[in-house]
């Protein structure tokens, strides 16, 4: 093992050790081992961070939306250019493989950077005009000030950028804390953005759930915005009601996937597949929970227990990998306890074990057989495992498929254009892919219902979830 590397906050455009000193380290999970040290900020550090992220939001809120556009374009070259740190960055402190991370992580990522971009220049407001005899009115959109951000583990370089880039665009400024287990590609970036960026723009705080909390309830941020579990969401949002910030959150997800028996099994089996086990099925959207037509199920476990079985996980630089490691420790002890409490009509028809003997590896699995009440059905096991129930008809499908807690994101499986139709409407999730699942554009929004949250990632709804609109009127006759 080769020397620990120390990393540090990034506050006013500035490296920063932590007022305390306190420390904790960095695994890699492929390895197992510690590769770095990152700070565990308290209060003092995040107050830095929010104080200059309120002495830059009264310059930055000035710049134009063509200034913005300009940063945040220079920002998105940078990132581009500089592909390749960022992968090797984002595989060493997740253990993502680093050819999918290259090809299917920083394209789209430097795209949304780019789109928000463009948004900056297309905000919308109702036209000016005399709703009132003798007065006109119009809508300003204003940004709303300070940001208050804390990204998840699980895409660490993507997620910071889904928060940031709408942020920014708008006018705010950022306080972003990252996961304590993945803070690596989020500091590289920020060194990126400072080059472009005035200091106190973009601020990133380490830490762990005490740094997070000191965050979010900071007086100065206006808007939290958190991307986590359900519980996390419901702890920040009983949080910031006390000082009325607006709240954004992403939680997590359970999203059913409704293949009908007169879909295209093999091009089913294999999407879902894809779609489950891709990042270690460590994905709130993943296409994690199949429920199955009665004449298609029996073929559909087979078509999807050989694909399990022909699906690789293994090193970073292994390139023919579907997924890496799990994140941490405590993650494979999460998905091996659902395994391991699995009731006794549950069919583990493939995997349902631990993979080598060093790092976090989990073999991708199939199970079936199971009930709408068993655990593994209800609550999100967020690794690669595929849960396959058997339904009756249309209703049941739907009935179950939005007997969940979740409403993040759906898919069907299916031929009849009529029956997608009605699907679409009536499942309680904030996206519906028809025949195909987890594909995402930078244009159209990404957020859910029910206990996923509330508030959207990606397109111009983000940019609305970053401004607040004002009325402004004048009386003309005077």
Known sequence: MGELRTLKNFINNEWVEPASGRTSDLVNPATGEVFATAPVSDAEDVDRAAKAAATAFATWRETTPSERQRALLRIADAIEA???????????????????????????????????????????????????????????????????????WNYPLMMAIWKWGPALAAGNTVVLKPSDTTPVSTLLMAEIMGEFLPPGVFNVVCGDRDTGRAVVSHEIPALVSVTGSVRAGM????????????????LGGKAPVVVFDDADLENAAEAIATAGYFNAGQDCTAATRVLAGPSVHDDFVAALTEQAKNTKTGMPDDEDVLFGALNNSTQMERVSGFINRLPDHAIVGVGGTTVGDRG???????????????????????????????????????????????????????????????????????????????????????????????????????????TRVKHVMHNVEI
């Open 82 to 152: 500089r592909t390749d740190e960022l992968v090797a960055a984002e595989s060493e402190n997740t253990g993502k493989p680093i050819g999918l991370t290259a090809s299917e992580e920083l394209p789209p990522s430097v795209d949304q950077v780019r789109f928000f971009a463009g948004a900056a220049r297309v905000l919308e407001g109702k036209a000016a005009g005399e709703y009132l005899a003798g007065h006109t009115s119009y809508v300003r959109r204003e940004p709303i000030g300070v940001c208050a951000q804390v990204t998840p």
């Open 360 to 466: 976090y590896f989990y073999a991708p699995t199939v199970v079936s057989g199971l009930n709408q009440d068993d655990e593994i059905i209800q609550n999100e096991v967020f690794g690669p495992v595929i849960t396959v129930q058997r339904f009756t008809d249309e209703d049941e499908a739907l009935r179950w498929a939005n007997g969940v807690q979740y409403g993040l994101a759906s898919s069907v499986f299916t031929r009849d254009h009529g029956r997608a139709m009605r699907m679409a409407k009536q499942l309680d999730f904030g996206c519906v892919w028809i025949n195909t699942h987890i594909p995402i554009v930078a244009e159209m929004p990404h957020g859910g219902f029910k206990h996923s949250g509330y508030g959207k990632d990606l397109s111009m709804y983000a940019m609305e979830d970053y």
């Open 235 to 250: 702890e920040v949002a009983e949080s910031v009601a006390r000082d009325l910030k607006r709240v954004h959150l992403e």
